[in-house]
């Protein structure tokens, strides 16, 4: 058990793992800042220090600051929440170097997670279907036009390092094609300072399901059931639906599995979501791992 926890977030997200800290009787030290000297979670946490001004690239998002953070405050770990740093494989990795617990999955596991091309071939060694796509990065437009006409359209570009539907792009013709491969790769440079992108088949009117998992160190893995989250605008969430109406028992229990298959395959070991398409003739596939 952790005597003390540095909490590298702000807001809500800070307060409910004060709020879980205090039931488990564990310390917390918040950190934050200048803009949020008052907040809710600076007041209530055990501790608290400033690592920054109010831009989130100068504080919360401030590395050598927070891990600093954590050596003057004797934190046995520190942990990131959701957004900011919690899926930073080099955070991770940090923390690991300095002998601070990352309460999350291991720098190895994140790195593979964050780039998409890379848990697709994982997928595949590990047997989990994925959607029909290229297997690397698109190198060229003449590679990407060749799979085109290979696959068929409608087609989707997205970043390799890509979330949140940035990146990300759905073409129907070449004339797309050749415009979206541009943007795309301006929009995945900018947000997240890697270009790369790879093509899939477009899943029309697919259900978005995803599986909650847990897994621990010692290699165990299980599933906490399913959300459909196709309820979606620009490719963000905005419902989700629990459980989801468009298993049934049997489908539920074989994706399930495949959840724990997927997670097992990056040896993930921590809380997580798996995320799948499930087209109209009840196919799946996967598409990608979130921590949290």
């Known amino acids: 058990m952790f005597n003390k926890i540095l909490i590298a977030n702000r807001g809500e997200i800070a307060l409910r793992i004060i709020r879980a800290c205090r039931e488990l009787r564990i310390k917390t030290v918040a950190v934050y800042s200048t803009v949020d000297k008052f907040s809710l979670h600076?007041?209530?946490?055990?501790?608290?220090?400033?690592i920054g001004p109010g831009s989130s690239s100068e504080s919360y998002l401030n590395i050598p600051r927070i891990i600093a953070a954590g050596e003057i405050t004797?934190?046995?770990?520190?942990?990131p929440g959701y957004g900011f740093?919690?899926?930073?494989?080099?955070?991770?990795?940090?923390?690991?170097h300095h002998g601070i617990t990352f309460i999350g999955p291991s720098p190895e596991a994140i790195y593979l997670m964050g780039n998409k091309v890379h848990a697709r071939q994982a997928m595949v060694r590990a047997g989990v279907p994925v959607v029909p796509g290229t297997e690397g990065a698109v190198q060229s437009e003449e590679e990407a036009l060749a799979f085109a006409r290979q696959a068929g359209y409608p087609l989707?570009?997205?970043?390799?390092?890509?979330?949140?539907?940035?990146?990300?792009?759905?073409?129907?013709?070449?004339d797309d094609l050749r415009a979206g491969l541009e943007s795309a790769t301006r929009e995945a440079e900018a947000a997240f300072g890697e270009s790369d992108v790879f093509?899939?088949?477009?899943?029309?009117?697919?259900?978005?399901?995803?599986?909650?998992?847990?897994?621990?160190?010692?290699?165990?893995?299980?599933?906490?059931?399913?959300?459909?989250?196709?309820?979606?605008?620009?490719?963000?969430?905005?419902?989700?639906?629990?459980?989801?109406?468009?298993?049934?028992?049997?489908l539920r229990d074989t994706m399930g599995r495949a959840a724990v298959t997927a997670a097992k395959a990056v040896e993930y070991d921590s809380v997580g979501t798996i995320e799948f398409l499930l087209d109209e003739n009840q196919n799946f596939y996967f598409i990608e791992i979130e921590n949290g």
Not at 159 to 173: D, E, F, H, N, Q
């Open 156 to 174: 989707m570009i997205k970043a390799s390092a890509g979330g949140g539907g940035r990146g990300l792009r759905v073409v129907r013709t070449d």
């Open 42 to 50: 600076v007041r209530f946490a055990d501790e608290a220090i400033c």
């Open 85 to 96: 740093l919690a899926e930073n494989a080099e955070f991770a990795w940090l923390c690991r």
């Open 199 to 250: 093509l899939e088949k477009c899943i029309e009117r697919a259900h978005h399901i995803e599986f909650q998992i847990v897994a621990d160190k010692e290699g165990n893995c299980i599933h906490l059931g399913e959300r459909d989250c196709s309820i979606q605008r620009r490719h963000q969430k905005l419902i989700e639906i629990s459980p989801s109406l468009a298993l049934d028992s049997s």
């Open 74 to 79: 004797n934190a046995d770990a520190i942990h």
